[in-house]
């Protein structure tokens, strides 16, 4: 059963932008951490960044800077704005509520 939707992916440059949406059932949402998650082929799935129920927000080292995460609570939707995208961004990225995943949405860096 999939709870949590995302959507946005796609094939973009390097330098170029993307935004990430993710939609919850409110009783997910509204008590929970939001955070994305991504893996890239051949290595482990890898933590990006995450915001608190109260809009507290925190990043990975690698997408620090480039990368905004946000969430509309009116929507029970959280979103990953990406700028300055790099090839090594490339991944499957994932929406996650503890214990919930989403399916993944496919972003690809690529001149």
């Known amino acids: 059963q999939v709870l949590l939707v995302e959507s946005g992916g796609g094939t973009v440059q390097p330098g170029g932008s993307l935004r990430l949406s993710c939609l919850a059932p409110e009783t997910i949402f509204s008590r929970s951490t939001m955070e994305w998650h991504r893996q890239a082929p051949g290595k482990q799935r890898e933590w990006v960044a995450q915001i608190t129920t109260g809009g507290s927000s925190h990043y990975a080292d690698s997408v620090k800077g480039r990368f905004t995460i946000s969430r509309d609570n009116a929507k029970n939707a959280v979103y990953l704005q990406m700028n300055s995208l790099k090839p090594e961004d490339t991944a499957v990225y994932y929406c996650?509520?503890?214990?919930?995943w989403g399916q993944g949405t496919q972003v690809t860096v690529s001149a």
């Open positions: 996650y509520a503890v214990p919930w």
